[in-house]
C-alpha cells in the first residue's frame, strides 16, 4: 500500500471533518485510529482550526508527515454524521486504498437538503426569535423576510469572498437597512425584535460551543483561537447591524 496516499486520504477525511464542525479532539482522536488500523506505528496528529499536522511511521519503518491548510467553514452535521460512520468503517474492515476513496466520494457527493428547505428553516428561526424576545406578529413576518434575504446573502457572499469576517459585517449591514426599511413601510413595528431575529441566523454559537469544550478538554491553544475568533465574528455582525442604526438615527427602534 502507498502510504504517502493513504495518510493523504485520512486528512481528506479529517479536513472535512473540521469543516464540518467537529471537534479537535475528535478528528485528532479518529486520524491516530484510522493510521492504526493500517498497522502505522507512533502516530502523531496535531490540529488546531486551520491546520493539521500528522506524522507516523509505517510498517516498513519510513516516517511520513503531511501538513493541510484549512481555510474553509461550512458547519454541516448531516455530512459530519456519514463522516464519522465511515472513519468507524475504516478502522473496523481496513479497506484498500480505493474503496476507501471511492467511500469518501460517496459521503462528500451525497444529495444535500434542498435549498427551499434551508430558506424555510431560516424563516422558521428568524420569526420564532423574534417573537421569543417580545415581537408581535408583524414582526415576525418582517424578520422571517429578514431570513430569507440574510440566507440568500450568505450563500452570494461564499461563492465570492473568502473572508468570513467580511461576509458576516456586508450581511448584517444589509439586513439592518432592511430591517429598517420593513417598518418603514409598515411591515413590523419593532425594529430591534426584527434585527434580533436575523441576529440569530448570524451568530458563530457553535464555534463558541466548541472553542468552550475545548477548552475544557486542554486543547488550550485551539480553544482560545476558536473563541477569540467567535468574539471576533460577534463583532462583526454587531458593527454591522450597528451602522445602519447609527447612519438612519436610531429613530425607528
Given at each position: 500500500?502507498?502510504?504517502?496516499k493513504?495518510?493523504?486520504?485520512?486528512?481528506?477525511?479529517?479536513?472535512?471533518?473540521?469543516?464540518c464542525?467537529?471537534?479537535?479532539?475528535?478528528?485528532?482522536?479518529?486520524?491516530?485510529?484510522?493510521?492504526?488500523?493500517?498497522?502505522?506505528?507512533?502516530?502523531?496528529?496535531?490540529?488546531?482550526?486551520?491546520?493539521?499536522?500528522?506524522?507516523?511511521?509505517?510498517?516498513?519503518?519510513?516516517?511520513?508527515?503531511?501538513?493541510?491548510?484549512?481555510?474553509?467553514?461550512?458547519?454541516?452535521?448531516?455530512?459530519?454524521?456519514?463522516?464519522?460512520?465511515?472513519?468507524?468503517?475504516?478502522?473496523?474492515?481496513?479497506?484498500d486504498?480505493?474503496?476507501?476513496?471511492?467511500?469518501?466520494?460517496?459521503?462528500?457527493?451525497?444529495?444535500?437538503?434542498?435549498?427551499?428547505?434551508?430558506?424555510?428553516?431560516?424563516?422558521?428561526?428568524?420569526?420564532?426569535?423574534?417573537?421569543?424576545?417580545?415581537?408581535?406578529?408583524?414582526d415576525?413576518?418582517?424578520s422571517?423576510?429578514?431570513?430569507?434575504?440574510?440566507?440568500?446573502?450568505?450563500?452570494?457572499?461564499?461563492?465570492i469572498?473568502?473572508?468570513?469576517?467580511?461576509?458576516?459585517?456586508?450581511?448584517?449591514?444589509?439586513?439592518?437597512?432592511?430591517?429598517?426599511?420593513?417598518?418603514?413601510?409598515?411591515?413590523g413595528?419593532?425594529?430591534?425584535?426584527?434585527?434580533?431575529?436575523?441576529?440569530?441566523?448570524?451568530?458563530?454559537?457553535?464555534?463558541?460551543?466548541?472553542?468552550?469544550?475545548?477548552?475544557?478538554?486542554?486543547?488550550?491553544?485551539?480553544?482560545?483561537?476558536?473563541?477569540?475568533?467567535?468574539?471576533?465574528?460577534?463583532?462583526?455582525?454587531?458593527?454591522?447591524?450597528?451602522?445602519?442604526?447609527?447612519?438612519?438615527?436610531?429613530?425607528?427602534?
Amino acid at each position: 500500500m502507498d502510504y504517502h496516499k493513504l495518510l493523504q486520504a485520512i486528512l481528506d477525511i479529517a479536513e472535512e471533518m473540521l469543516v464540518c464542525g467537529a471537534e479537535v479532539e475528535r478528528v485528532e482522536d479518529s486520524i491516530e485510529r484510522m493510521c492504526y488500523a493500517y498497522g502505522c506505528d507512533r502516530v502523531n496528529a496535531f490540529i488546531i482550526t486551520s491546520n493539521i499536522q500528522v506524522t507516523f511511521e509505517d510498517p516498513r519503518g519510513n516516517i511520513i508527515t503531511q501538513i493541510r491548510r484549512l481555510k474553509r467553514n461550512d458547519t454541516n452535521f448531516d455530512r459530519l454524521d456519514y463522516l464519522n460512520d465511515l472513519s468507524r468503517y475504516i478502522c473496523a474492515n481496513k479497506p484498500d486504498l480505493e474503496t476507501l476513496v471511492q467511500k469518501y466520494e460517496a459521503v462528500m457527493n451525497r444529495k444535500q437538503l434542498p435549498i427551499w428547505l434551508q430558506y424555510f428553516g431560516a424563516v422558521l428561526v428568524a420569526s420564532g426569535f423574534a417573537v421569543f424576545f417580545g415581537g408581535n406578529f408583524a414582526d415576525a413576518i418582517a424578520s422571517g423576510v429578514l431570513g430569507i434575504v440574510i440566507t440568500l446573502i450568505t450563500r452570494i457572499l461564499a461563492k465570492i469572498e473568502e473572508n468570513q469576517m467580511a461576509k458576516l459585517f456586508i450581511s448584517s449591514v444589509i439586513a439592518g437597512f432592511l430591517a429598517i426599511v420593513l417598518v418603514a413601510v409598515g411591515i413590523g413595528s419593532n425594529v430591534d425584535k426584527i434585527m434580533i431575529g436575523g441576529i440569530m441566523l448570524l451568530i458563530p454559537g457553535i464555534a463558541m460551543t466548541n472553542s468552550v469544550r475545548d477548552l475544557l478538554i486542554g486543547d488550550v491553544v485551539t480553544g482560545m483561537i476558536r473563541f477569540v475568533n467567535s468574539l471576533l465574528m460577534a463583532a462583526a455582525i454587531a458593527c454591522g447591524f450597528a451602522l445602519p442604526l447609527i447612519l438612519t438615527g436610531g429613530a425607528m427602534l
